[in-house]
C-alpha cells in the first residue's frame, strides 16, 4: 500500500503506486546505460502546440524510483537528448525534461519526448 504521508517519500510512494496500477512499461536510455521505467504517456494539450512542439509530441511522468535503483548516470536524473523507449519499441527524444523537487528530494520528473 502505498504511503500516504505528505512527505517526500509519501509522493514518490504515490506516484509507484500509480505507475504499477496505470503506467506502462519503458526504458530510459543514455548513451549505453539503459533503465528499464513505468511510465505515463499522454498526448501533448493543445495548448502545448507551439515551435517545435506538434501532435507526434507526448508528456510522461516518471517516478525517480527506477533510476536511483539504477546505474543511471548521475547528477541529473534526465536531460535534454536522453531517450525514451516506448514498449512499442519506439525511441523517442527527450527534449524538456523537468525535475519536480520538494526540498532536496527528486519526487517526480516529467518529459516533453519527441521524434
Given at each position: 500500500?502505498?504511503?500516504?504521508?505528505?512527505?517526500?517519500?509519501?509522493?514518490?510512494s504515490?506516484?509507484d503506486?500509480?505507475?504499477?496500477?496505470?503506467?506502462?512499461?519503458?526504458?530510459l536510455?543514455?548513451g549505453?546505460?539503459?533503465?528499464?521505467?513505468?511510465?505515463s504517456?499522454?498526448p501533448v494539450?493543445?495548448?502545448?502546440?507551439?515551435?517545435?512542439?506538434?501532435?507526434?509530441?507526448?508528456?510522461?511522468?516518471?517516478?525517480?524510483?527506477q533510476?536511483?535503483?539504477?546505474?543511471?548516470?548521475?547528477?541529473?536524473?534526465?536531460?535534454?537528448?536522453?531517450?525514451?523507449?516506448?514498449?512499442?519499441?519506439?525511441?523517442?527524444?527527450?527534449?524538456f525534461?523537468?525535475?519536480?523537487?520538494?526540498?532536496?528530494?527528486?519526487?517526480?520528473?516529467?518529459?516533453?519526448?519527441?521524434?
Open positions: 500500500m502505498a504511503d500516504l504521508s505528505d512527505t517526500p517519500a509519501g509522493l514518490i504515490r506516484l503506486d500509480a505507475l504499477v496500477n496505470h503506467g506502462e512499461d519503458a526504458t536510455k543514455r549505453a546505460t539503459s533503465v528499464p521505467v513505468r511510465a504517456i499522454r494539450r493543445p495548448e502545448q502546440l507551439a515551435g517545435i512542439v506538434d501532435e507526434t509530441f507526448n508528456n510522461v511522468v516518471l517516478s525517480p524510483t533510476l536511483n535503483a539504477s546505474a543511471w548516470p548521475t547528477p541529473i536524473a534526465v536531460k535534454k537528448g536522453d531517450k525514451f523507449v516506448e514498449a512499442s519499441g519506439k525511441e523517442r527524444t527527450v527534449e525534461p523537468k525535475h519536480i523537487r520538494v526540498g532536496n528530494t527528486l519526487v517526480r520528473i516529467e518529459l516533453l519526448v519527441g521524434g
